[in-house]
């Protein structure tokens, strides 16, 4: 028997390995009660019970401090392969302990007492969800190519409206933020390169510098980068908000497919607007380069002019409009995919336009470097 002020517990046996356990006086926190240990001694002490019931004819005034005290104990008859029969207890207690069940304890609820997780565990688990997001991915750029083929046949159903929208949006819209970027990489790259040029007395190479670094890295590399923190958050907050309000799946109920109906138009707009854009941020950044040039180093219009016709061929422009052309694909896959795989809530509109923002720039940054290398293998 256990004791404990007004609260008791006590033990008797029936046949057939039933262990009853008595439950007395009052079941209050302010009076405290008895341990589970001590019913979980008695069981280990007698190792053929197989059920455990009550008898509450004893019991007085109870709260929440009998309901853990039951909880405790089923959990201990469950690691024993005991089975509890609750049908004695107060019907109160019987329906918390229902809810208590129907309700699971959230995973790493209780952070005190868990024991820290495995560095291979860990990194089972992110391998795991790295696998689920590249195959969720590849299946939503397959979708994407689908939508493409049928709107080459024809077949792709979507608002024209949408399509123009996006063009402004990502375009007319994108120029003063795009332009303030390029003018000062070009200024920094001219200032930068007259710090070493001028060591060997050929400052007037600045403008070959600027020229050729805007026109096939920076010029793309910078616009991509401002359209992955500008577009394509955008197009994955906008996208992630019309799943939680459930239009996503109004389109889907009504017989359109999201993919043609919502990414497809603002793929295409920026998939066009990309190497506009780039022409522009390369033409802004020689620009910016021009000020310095001229500005601090003596060079007239004309010097920094011819130099810069010289050192600019059809190639590396090329070279840069192809990559801009493959960025704004990236922005535009990333931005959408994330907004229309969000989830139901509002905090997951925020961490879709983060990993949106996150990817599109990695993924531009890794497939520069692709892209690259390719352009040296192919003596491009």
Known sequence: MSDNQNSFVEFSYADGGVMVVRLGGDWELRSGMPDVGVVEAELGAHKDIKRLSF???ELGEWDTSLLAFVIKLDKVCVQSGIS?????????????????????????????????ESVVRRLGEFLIRSRSTFVDGLK???????????????????RRSDFWMALQQCGVDALPIVALISILV???LAFLGSVQLKMFG???????LVAVGMVREMGALMTGIIM????GASYAARLGSMQVNEEVDALTTLGFSPIEFLVLPRTMAMVLMMPLLCIYANVLGIIGGAIVGVG????????????????VSLTAVASGLIKSAVFGVIVA??????????GRSASAVGDATTKAVVSGIVSIIVWDSLITVIYIIIGF
Do not use: W
């Not at 509890?84 to 229902?98: F, Q």
């Not at 992955?228 to 577009?231: I, L, N, P, V, W």
């Open 333 to 342: 896959l990333a931005g959408c995919m994330h907004g229309i795989r969000c």
């Open 140 to 158: 939503f750029v397959g979708e994407t190519l689908v939508a493409v083929g049928n709107m080459i046949r024809g077949k792709a159903v979507f």
């Open 228 to 231: 992955a923190g500008r577009t």
């Open 84 to 116: 509890m029969e609750s049908s004695a207890l107060p019907e109160g207690v019987r329906g918390l302990l229902a809810l208590a069940k129907a309700v699971p304890e959230r995973k790493g609820a209780r952070r005190g007492g868990a024991e820290k």
């Open 55 to 57: 008898d509450v004819a």
């Open 186 to 188: 070009g200024m920094i």
């Open 202 to 208: 050929a400052q007037v190479y600045v403008a070959d």
């Open 296 to 311: 601090m180093l003596d060079l007239t219009v004309t010097q920094y002019y011819m130099q810069t016709i010289g050192a």
